[in-house]
């Protein structure tokens, strides 16, 4: 009997992950299908993505873009919608098995809870959905029975490292961080660095804003957040380790001290696939890790005091409620500050330390209190940029 194959929905086509995605997709076109592809601007790579994969429904978050998509995709009989409340309902086709979120930053959190509740299998790139989220996020995918696999390359490699092990505990695991553009830097190195610096990543090829988190080190900082939920941990349970040679992934260490740790080379398409053809591995051309190439590993112990945006993160995780919300709305417009030359590199950590402080604290917070308080946090920052 021929074997149905996974109708996935990716939110967030054109970014890096979406396009790896499809890379994916279509080395196994006998397993996957693409019901839905969703983009924020970038038409013309969404009209070109859906004539060769011809899904069921496209969406476009800007509604001046609609009219263009609609013209080119008429004839091929794809339904197109716009509008940021279409990325929401479009995850509810009865179609679609897993939803891939792979929207930058905030946007993922309401398509995100909407394909729970739709009971989507997901498979999880926007990591600000937990961030930002997290208490009501875990409450609803056990409330709806959903699995969220992971696709960040660190969540990945711990989810991969667990597979086996349901019945041995955590004593701890080790988030590995490649150290950015700017490892061993002094803060006064850093004073005067450009955003043409910060978007060369050393190992990495991402979209600005995760470039820019890596560079600061917050990417790491909300993926410590994104581990605390995935996997039930405790602060003391989380351990970042900078390993410029980006091929541990992470590790997992046991009761009994024993370290499972999971290595490849920094392709994104791995956990892509791991994480649309769980439980399979599924055979694939990419290019192999060879021990010879990189006969040394190294690990050392992330800055703190020079990349405060780590050290914010894991205050906001332990104050809980809605500090990880606060914590990411800041950043997201730090960022976008630093991108258009309104603020400088390491002021980025200044802005969301204040908006810390500032914004008000909200111990057991429901949806409209996120919403709420990323709607105020945006515009604290914006003033203070």
Request: glycine content about 6%; proline content about 4%.
């Amino acid at each position: 009997m021929e074997k149905k194959k996974k109708q996935i929905a990716i939110l967030g086509s054109t970014g890096s992950i979406g396009c790896q995605a499809l890379e994916v997709i279509s080395e196994h076109p006998d397993l996957f299908e693409v019901d839905v592809l969703t983009a924020n601007n970038n038409s013309a790579l969404l009209i070109e993505q859906a004539k060769k994969f011809n899904p069921n429904t496209v969406v476009i978050a800007n509604e001046k873009k609609y009219k263009e998509i609609d013209d080119a995709l008429f004839d091929l009989g794809i339904k197109v919608f716009s509008g940021e409340q279409s990325l929401e309902d479009v995850v509810e086709g009865a179609n679609i098995d897993v939803v891939l979120t792979a929207l930058v930053g905030y946007s993922g959190l309401k398509p995100t809870i909407r394909a729970i509740k739709s009971s989507k299998t997901i498979a999880l790139a926007n990591k600000e959905t937990l961030v930002v989220a997290g208490d009501l996020i875990t409450k609803l995918c056990e409330e709806y029975s959903v699995q969220i696999y992971p696709v960040d390359s660190e969540h990945s490699a711990i989810f991969q490292c667990l597979i086996g092990e349901t019945y041995n505990p955590i004593e701890k695991i080790y988030l590995t961080a490649s150290g950015g553009p700017f490892r061993g830097c002094s803060k006064n190195e850093l004073t005067n660095i450009k955003k043409e610096q910060a978007l060369k990543h050393p190992n990495w090829d991402m979209g600005a804003k995760i470039t820019i988190d890596s560079a600061s080190l917050m990417n790491k900082g909300l993926e410590i957040i994104e581990a605390k939920w995935l996997f039930d941990l405790k602060r003391e349970q989380i351990e970042v380790v900078v390993h410029p040679q980006s091929i541990v992934h992470s590790a997992v260490q046991f009761q009994d001290g024993s370290i499972k740790a999971q290595l490849g080379l920094p392709d994104m398409k791995l956990p892509i696939q791991y994480a649309l053809g769980f439980p399979d591995r599924l055979k694939n051309n990419f290019k192999r890790f060879s021990f010879m190439d990189y006969p040394d590993f190294t690990f050392e112990k992330p800055d703190l005091e020079t990349f405060r945006n780590l050290q914010l993160a894991y205050n906001a995780m332990e104050k809980g409620g809605n500090m990880p919300c606060i914590l990411n709305a800041a950043n997201e417009i730090a960022v976008s500050g630093f991108l258009q030359d309104k603020i400088g590199f390491l002021n980025m950590s200044d802005l969301i330390a204040d908006c810390m402080e500032k914004i008000t604290f909200v111990p057991n917070p429901n949806l409209e209190d996120y919403v709420a308080t990323n709607e105020a946090t945006r515009i604290l920052a914006n003033k203070l940029l």
